[in-house]
């Protein structure tokens, strides 16, 4: 089953699945963002817009999802004082100019897409110099074993998300983002909030 697929039918049950438990990590993850007043922002893998209601005023935000039921949900949360475009798309092959945003939000995508190393390499081309990345996912580390995560990994990874990404192996194809900061904040720190900016 395409990931394409397996989101159009989890869509009518996602927030039920994760609006409360991560409400208070995109809050979070919101905070450690500049004043953004004028700013060019991309949301990727934006699903049901859980984020809109956590947005800094004053951006110019662009969410972009490769599913269109997604979309659909994520429009209804727009607010009349916001300013979102919604995008069909795959963050593995934007279709942005380079250098095109001042900030990249991935919140809960990098270890969602088959191949998260594409996806951050679209990321550092979109990005412009000293913009900022704001990454909540959950990660193993380099030589972790979490043996559990890896065989969980076999039966969902084409349904909803994967969960043996390790996160500097991705960072790794991505030589212009450099670390900010890097917090592990749920499940025994499997789960991370990273800031990112690109030289």
């Known amino acids: 089953m395409s990931l394409k697929h ?5 869509a009518p049950i996602y927030d039920a699945m994760v609006a409360t438990s991560t409400a208070s990590m995109r809050k979070n993850s919101f905070a450690q963002l500049d004043d953004v007043n004028g700013k060019k922002i991309l949301l990727a893998g934006v699903g049901t817009g859980l984020d809109f209601e956590h947005l800094p005023a004053g951006a110019e935000y662009h969410g972009i999802d490769l599913t269109p039921a997604m979309l659909k ?4 949360r727009i607010r009349p004082d916001q300013s979102i475009t919604l995008h069909v798309g795959d963050m593995m092959d934007l279709a942005f100019d380079d250098a095109e945003f001042d900030v990249v939000i991935c919140h809960l995508i990098l270890a969602v897409v088959p191949k998260p190393e594409k ?13 900022q990345v704001l990454i909540l996912d959950k990660f193993i ?3 972790q074993r979490a043996f559990g995560r890896r ?7 084409h349904i909803a998300t994967r ?3 390790v996160f500097e192996q991705v960072l790794s194809h ?7 900061s890097d917090e592990p904040i749920m499940v025994g720190g499997w789960f991370r909030r990273i800031k990112l900016v690109r030289t």
């Open 6 to 10: 397996s989101y159009t039918l989890l």
């Open 73 to 76: 949900r994520a429009e209804r």
């Open 119 to 131: 996806m951050i390499v679209e990321v550092e081309r979109v990005l412009k110099p000293g913009g």
């Open 141 to 143: 580390r380099p030589g």
């Open 151 to 157: 065989l969980l990994n076999v039966f969902i990874r």
């Open 163 to 165: 969960t043996n990404v």
């Open 174 to 180: 991505a030589p212009k983002l450099k670390l900010v």
